[in-house]
């Protein structure tokens, strides 16, 4: 495998379909492009890997992903400064947590090379769908399922390794209020939780289905045991400022290690902002609501960058956040995007020129 | 929908495969029989369901099953009795259950009507797939799967619910022996532990081949806040029989609420064995196989029927269970094949005939 390059096989779209996309107005994840990237893995081996047009895959309806959830995913972004170059965010990170995921999903680890070849290779031919501006970017799905043709509840012996792209602006539109979880839970000690296995966000559906009801977008989880703890939100880390300190849980085997999570513990650590990683309970974040210590919490992810939660309910009881002139979660939003459009120096080395 | 069997599309298959197929030679869930049942469910409602060869499905890359594992499965069989009848054994309780899972999963309900006209004609279609003689039998997989294109972490607006068939003898040939878990658990108080979602059988592959490698079949899972309390087995209920006591867990929302755990729990009932539905402990059970007073363990569920196991292993120590000749496991078998082929009365009227 010296030259992976040489190994992806290319098949282009006779014509391109972006002329019918609208890109003032996507919905999140619903539009794809033109072209995907394919890899099987048979006998054992990962085959050569195929980039070919966006197409419906031909799979048995015994293959183990349907019937197991043995599946991984990642989520990614691409970005275009205003010189029109490609950007990606940490994206060594995204590999080796897709491989952290496979490996306690019995999936067999994706070679590097063939990871980053294939995203270049892929970004290049859809660079046009790649808008520049904040806010616009290119969501790149990395995902891997069993393929194998047989309903006995055991690893797989074929997979296909993917990697789909979606143009997006922003995941959540309007206010987040978010409900803290009292009796549902996302992940157990000992489980799946910190990886990104495709069965812990189906589970959050039900969940978060009847959070709506309520007026609330997301669900924060706390731990299975005793709901005293708050974890993450399941699609984003979450983060506290009690006083002028940043609190977060810390990761676990029930919590995703969330890229954009350690960013902004960097960040804050870079501008001497306090951060407490630290296992973080319903009562003090609800004692400081009332004192009025509380000023902000926000979600952290890849989709939704920095988002933040103008209020949350625990119990049947409300609280509504203030908004503020020195956000911290608009001061990260801003460091964050800055580096990942190519607008401000990169001391950490976080950008990855595609 | 008065009468669901015109509802039902059937096309059948030119030849049959089953000419093909060595039924003495059949390795769990690896052959399929030459139909498959589908309904999709587009727009809110669920479409006529079709009966069609089986063949592989043409299913987006971006469809949601792939991504976040909304999926949930049922495990059934058909059995054939020596005067041709086909039989199948307590399936309104499957239907009920993958609704419950689909409830849980955010997947809608599928309608009674459907399931059974659409199980009644595939198995008389299938006939020929279902062999006389005890032990064998056609295991029936209905399942359900997300299939909207997108990739925003929330439920799917349209669904595919389907049939397949695969003639089979037993799940586990040989003798099982078993590893109480010690640190890895399957499922979350507030999870999703009692669904048969498709994501609770992958996530306990890779533990399962740790096992494996200590020379265990499989895994009884405690639970994830002590790891005190034996729970199931993952394809499995499981019974201890302590003196001449059945010991076995609560249904909880941890443990699937298993239809062969309920007909033993019935048929101990019924010939005066004594069973105590309780939370059982990792250390009675040490403490009683130390004793002797430990003389069986055995899992129950449709794929396995009742299997016995022969020894465990827990925080190092290991412990063989002696070869009994009046064997509980022999006993809920012989009752429970006996009544599954119509060997006996079936006061219960668990039999389903096709």
Chains 1, 2 share one sequence.
């Not at 919905?27 to 197409?55: A, L, R, S």
């Not at 209020?311 to 001061?331: I, Q, R, V, W």
Request: aromatic letters at 12%; proline letters at 5%.
């Amino acid at each position: 495998m010296s030259d992976p390059s040489n190994a992806i096989k290319i098949s282009k779209v006779s014509e391109s379909k972006i002329s019918t996309v609208d890109f003032d107005d996507l919905e999140f994840g619903k539009i794809f492009t033109d072209h995907m990237f394919v890899c099987d893995y048979i006998d054992g081996v990962w085959q050569t890997p195929e980039i070919m047009p966006y197409q419906p895959l031909t799979i048995a309806p015994s293959a183990r992903v349907f019937h197991y959830g043995q599946a991984v995913f990642e989520g990614m972004k691409a970005f275009k400064d205003d010189q029109d170059q490609i950007w990606m965010f940490r994206p060594e990170d995204n590999h080796e947590r897709i491989n952290i995921s496979s490996h306690r999903m019995a999936i067999p680890e994706f070679p590097k090379e063939f990871f980053f070849e294939g995203l270049t290779q892929l970004l290049h031919l859809e660079k046009d769908w790649i808008k520049k501006g904040k806010g616009n970017s290119l969501y790149i799905r990395p995902f891997v399922i069993a393929t194998e043709e047989a309903i006995s509840a055991s690893p797989a012996n074929s997979y296909k390794f993917m990697i789909i792209c979606s143009p997006v602006q922003s995941y959540y539109a309007g206010e987040v209020k978010v409900l803290f979880a009292e009796k549902f839970s996302r992940a157990a000690d000992g489980g799946v939780g910190y990886a990104k296995a495709a069965g812990n966000y189906g589970a959050q559906f039900y969940p978060t289905s009847l959070a709506h009801k309520q007026g609330y977008q997301q669900i924060i989880w706390t731990d299975a045991s005793t709901h005293e703890y708050l974890e993450e939100a399941g699609t984003m880390n979450i983060f506290f400022r009690v006083g002028d300190t940043l609190l977060t849980a810390p990761k676990s085997d029930r919590i995703l290690d969330g890229i954009t999570r350690k960013s902004v513990i960097q960040l804050a650590e870079d501008n001497n902002i306090k951060v407490e990683i630290r296992r973080v309970t319903v009562s003090e974040i609800k004692e400081a609501a009332k004192s009025g210590e509380l000023k902000e919490i926000f979600g952290a992810g890849t989709a939704a960058v920095i988002n933040p939660i103008s209020g949350f309910e625990h119990a049947g009881d409300k609280f509504d956040l203030p908004k503020l002139d020195d956000s911290y979660a608009t001061f990260f939003k801003d460091k964050l995007t800055d580096i990942q459009y190519n607008l401000s120096e990169d001391p950490h080395g976080w950008r990855y020129k595609v």
